[in-house]
């Protein structure tokens, strides 16, 4: 059926059409509209809650419209478009940056003001989406706010969780999980019950003869689940474009299927299999670069990436073009191993539906992908069951072994007799069960493989993928050094910091060109300027201090110097090291003197992040900060000297509050295992301090502020393999200081030591493979070093005024251009209003 209205008909959908609010006035009504209407709410019956409604529904009003433009313009330019596949998008709150990116917040706040409500306690009413589960995901939402900034024609692709990311709580010093059920009321999406996708599963492979007497597959029976869109429109920042990001949900097939089993009177088994199929979108796995195989899991995969491949096929179907126009019009982009299947997706539908040859299908397939690897930690590769992948998608698993086949063929004509690496390289891993091993899969199939920091791509390059380098050359492997979007981590998170910038610069023009942050330099010595600069930064201390005052009911004191390490919890990125440091400076305070006391910076230690639920090690790590800041929080020895905070249920909102207010943050990874890390640079972009280790982005933030202004302490990364094998193999002899820490917690100081046994013992006994005990002194003497450089206001001030002035480099903007550049041949869609 055409759905489209004919010519002399429109002449009344165009004196119709809906139009924007577009100053208080219009807004304000919009706001009452939807409050007495769309909510069935009054004057008499409006709390905060009703209002952050009313208001995100007013402004969902505007980016609809906008949204519903750029597709028009999108479809009608008809140019290359670029597929953003994440199982991740931590998005955060969406109403703060849609009323920014519109450039409508004053408007609201004066129109809120006017009806009775404050617009900071209105936007704090949303319930983060938290579809994702630390920096991956979060790397995904910064793409697309600087993708719909820069006017890319980009889609993301999803799926849409009935839970996210858990919510934490913290009982008796345990991380306890509750489910983040975060569906109701969501007003930011659109469900598209018209475009749904079957997904099939299971089943078995036909093989016949077609009319030209070629062997060719079809993949019959089996199950069918159907794929749902809702769509979420994504605002750029000053600019009309709004692209998509549409994420499916599941449901069952209302296909014939179930029909019988309801037919034959089997109604309780007819429900029980509608809920199997709306598993599939149930739940966001909480792990962070981790991979534990499990078949949901994998049906979650598939799922996504078939109904997202059948949605861009058939958009480009509708151009009519030929097949080899594809990669002209397509470029999809594989946030991590977790879309690989797409990749053999495509070649399915080229080859048994559209009845291509192979190597055009290949040729075509290999043209169209990317692939973004975010670490090198060997328990984050996936693989996946030869068994469970030959049950569960019969036919991809044979495309699997002759891209595999082919491959290999390839790889034994250049580099004859190496079984070695032939073995090595294949896809198909010789293990009980074999494994498929979807890194490869991903490389074979993708004319770029990029890693996310300097120093993580050359790690790739000569170690995780060294083989595919001697293989493909080097071209295929580059580097793009990760961002974040300055829009969210600067403008939203920070609005006073914003503010003085802009006045400085004269006007906010550095929000879309991050380089012109330079021109701060210029203002280092003026007197007034840092004077505000000191205050914004106490303003916003305060701001965490009541924050943390509501939500634990500590006092913490502002002029502290304020330590905070908020990320994932794992022993890579170890808050094991900086816990035990703060026990080694709890340790030294009680042995001071009265005299020796009045010299120590007081400080307040922060901490934030979750633990995956079945990590055991992170969660000993987290149950030990709670218990030391147990007793250090109360002990009158130390006072204000030191405090200890752990936050509870750490996501983006928090991080919001938390990044503008820290003097020092910790980035401190293990040499060489972080991929990039993005929160280093949304503290020093906020004229945080970082103490770190030379690894992933910390390697080039020191580069771009200079040596001078960061502090960096710790093995280095090329030292690493020599050092664990010299724990294992030579002796080991646990640091002196840590020792001493070590004494502490078996001591009982904190609790049944028989708590954290396996924490020490992870250390001392077996191997401290994460060099805790190697890097410890190191960290004791630098944070001394922050200690006596934060009794400089003066110089500590020039050092954050001058590394926010040199930050430029790190914006999503500069990041978006250098793939759409170099990996997606994509042009902006520029507008003309
Ligand atoms: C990497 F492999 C993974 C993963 O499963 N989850 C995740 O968040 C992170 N990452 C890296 O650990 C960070 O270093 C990096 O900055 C981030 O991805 C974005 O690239």
């Known amino acids: 059926v055409e759905a489209s209205i004919p010519e002399p008909l429109r002449e009344a959908w165009r004196k119709y059409s809906v139009s924007e609010f577009g100053n208080k006035e219009e807004f304000e009504k919009e706001l ?59 998005m955060g709150r969406a ?6 990116n519109v450039g409508m917040k004053d408007a ?63 009982v008796n010093g345990y991380q306890m999980e509750v489910p983040d059920y975060w569906l109701d009321n969501n007003p930011w999406e659109f469900p598209r019950h018209e475009i749904t996708v079957d997904i099939q599963f299971y089943g ?5 003869q ?11 029976d089996g199950e069918i689940v159907q794929a749902v869109a809702y769509d979420v429109p994504i605002p750029g920042y000053g600019t009309k474009t709004t692209n998509n990001l549409r994420l499916w949900s599941s449901k069952a097939s209302s296909g014939e299927f179930d029909f019988q089993k309801f037919n034959a009177g089997d109604y309780e088994s007819a429900v029980a299999d509608q809920q199997t199929a709306e598993t599939i979108s149930a739940v966001l796995y909480p792990n962070d670069n981790l991979e534990r195989g499990k078949e949901l899991r994998l049906k979650q995969q598939y799922f996504w990436c078939a109904a997202s491949l059948f949605d861009i096929v058939r958009r480009f179907k509708k151009t009519r073009r030929a097949w080899n126009e594809f990669p002209d019009q397509v470029a999809i982009q594989l946030n991590d191993t977790h879309p690989t299947l797409a990749i053999v997706e495509l070649q399915r539908i080229l080859l048994d539906k559209e009845g291509l040859e192979w190597d055009e299908a290949w040729n075509i397939v290999t043209k169209t992908f990317g692939y973004t690897n975010h670490t090198v930690l060997p328990e984050a590769l996936e693989k996946w069951s030869v068994p469970l992948m030959q049950n569960l998608l019969p036919r991809h698993l044979q495309i699997i072994y002759d891209i595999n086949l082919l491959f290999l063929q390839s790889v034994e004509k250049r580099f004859p007799q190496d079984r070695e690496l032939l073995s090595r390289v294949s896809i198909i891993e010789e293990s009980h069960p074999k494994m498929v091993r979807m890194a490869y899969i991903a490389i074979i199939g993708s004319h770029k493989v990029n890693g996310v920091a300097e120093l993580h791509s050359d790690l790739l390059k000569t170690t995780l993928f060294k083989d595919f380098v001697k293989i493909y050359g080097p071209d295929r492997f580059t580097n793009v050094t990760n961002g974040v979007t300055p829009r969210r981590w600067l403008h939203q998170a920070n609005p006073l910091l914003s503010a003085l910038i802009a006045e400085k610069l004269g006007g906010h023009e550095f929000l879309t060109d991050l380089t012109l942050l330079d021109k701060l330099e210029a203002f280092v010595d003026d007197k007034d300027f840092r004077d505000e600069w000191a205050h914004i930064k106490t303003m916003n201390k305060l701001r965490l201090a009541k924050f943390i005052k509501r939500t634990t009911g500590h006092a ?48 307040v230690s922060i901490f934030g992040g979750k633990a995956a639920p079945g990590y055991w090690m992170a969660k000993t790590i987290i149950h030990l900060i709670n218990k030391v800041a147990d007793v250090v929080n109360k002990d009158p020895d130390v006072g204000n000297l030191l405090k200890v905070i752990f936050i509870e249920d750490y996501n983006v909102s928090k991080a919001e509050i938390i990044c503008p207010a820290s003097d020092i943050s910790e980035h401190i990874s293990t040499a060489g295992t972080e991929g990039s890390g993005t929160s280093n640079m949304k503290f020093v972009m906020n004229g945080g301090l970082i103490i770190g280790t030379c690894d992933g982005a910390n390697i080039e933030i020191t580069r771009e502020i200079g040596e001078s202004n960061i502090f960096l302490f710790g093995n280095l990364a090329e030292d690493v393999e020599e050092l664990r094998h010299r724990h294992f193999y030579g002796s080991f002899k646990l640091d002196p200081q840590l020792e001493k820490v070590f004494t502490a917690i078996k001591g009982n100081m904190f609790g049944d030591a028989a708590d954290f046994s396996a924490l020490t013992a992870s250390i001392e006994e077996h191997g401290d493979y994460y060099l805790v ?13 922050v200690d006596e450089a934060f009794k400089n206001k003066e110089a500590w001030l020039a050092k954050s005024i001058t590394s926010v002035a040199r930050m430029g480099f790190f914006s999503t903007d500069r990041v978006i251009n250098e793939y759409a550049d170099s990996i997606w041949n994509v042009e902006p869609l520029v507008v003309k209003d």
Request: proline share 1%.
């Open 32 to 90: 009452v509209r939807h409050i007495e209407t769309t909510l069935a709410r009054s004057m008499y019956n409006c709390d905060e809650h009703a209002a952050y409604s009313g208001t995100a529904l007013a402004f969902r009003d505007r980016l609809i419209i906008e949204w519903n433009k750029t597709q028009q313009r999108q479809t009608f330019t008809d140019q290359k478009r670029v597929y953003y596949l994440s199982l991740e998008f931590l």
């Open 108 to 170: 609201a706040r004066d129109g809120l003001h006017d009806l009775g409500f404050r617009v900071e306690d209105v936007v704090e009413q949303e319930h983060d989406a938290a579809l994702g589960n630390g920096g991956l995901g979060r790397l995904a939402a910064c793409f697309l706010d600087s993708m719909a900034t820069l006017n890319y024609p980009a889609w993301g692709y999803g799926l849409r969780y009935r839970y996210g990311i858990f919510k934490q709580e913290i």
């Open 95 to 100: 109403l703060d940056n849609a009323m920014l």
């Open 210 to 220: 077609d009319e030209t007497g070629k062997i060719a597959h079809s993949w019959e």
């Open 556 to 603: 913490v004191d502002p002029n502290s110097l304020f330590d905070v390490q908020v990320k994932r919890i794992h022993e890579y990125k170890r808050q094991q090291l900086n816990i035990f440091g703060v026990i080694h400076r709890y340790l030294s305070i009680k042995a001071m003197s009265a005299e020796e006391k009045k010299k120590v910076v007081p400080r």
């Open 773 to 785: 005990s190697d890097d410890f002194n190191s960290y004791i003497t630098t944070h001394g070093m």
């Open 204 to 208: 078995r492979v036909k093989n016949y």
